[in-house]
């Protein structure tokens, strides 16, 4: 079983900074791709970025393009987003998310193409 564990999400302004945080134990975690999703009130939810395993490449959504990056410490069993430029439209709960699963050949993009999730941390951006 594999828990992942997101932390660092709090209100901040407008045209700020945040960076988020999320754990994994369970299995090794450089055998895991990683993502980010974010899910606003009453929307449904969207993929922020994917991290493929197998080399590092990333893909992002065009509306975070260039504000937001992803990384990861394998050592640390953690994959981080660093969010800047932040948006009021920025405001959702995030999810981190993991697929253990191989026969990708790009970063994963959907829901169903992770395995695991963590619960969500709230994101707040005031304007």
């Known amino acids: 079983q594999v828990q992942l564990v997101e932390s660092g999400g709090r209100l901040v302004q407008a045209g700020g900074s945040l960076r988020l945080s999320c754990a994994a134990s369970?299995?090794?975690?450089?055998?895991?791709?990683m993502g980010w999703f974010r899910q606003a009130p009453g929307k449904e939810r969207e993929f922020v970025v994917g991290?493929?395993?197998?080399?590092?490449?990333?893909y992002y959504a065009d509306s975070v393009k260039g504000r937001f990056t992803i990384s990861r410490d394998n050592a640390k069993n953690t994959v981080y987003l660093q969010m800047n430029s932040l948006k009021a439209e920025d405001t959702a709960v995030y999810y981190c998310a993991a697929r253990l699963r191989g026969g990708l050949g790009y970063p994963p993009l959907t829901p169903d193409e992770y395995d695991y999730w963590g619960q969500g941390i709230q994101v707040t951006v005031s304007s």
């Open positions: 991290l493929r395993r197998s080399g590092g490449s990333t």
């Open positions: 369970g299995r090794t975690f450089s055998s895991f791709s």
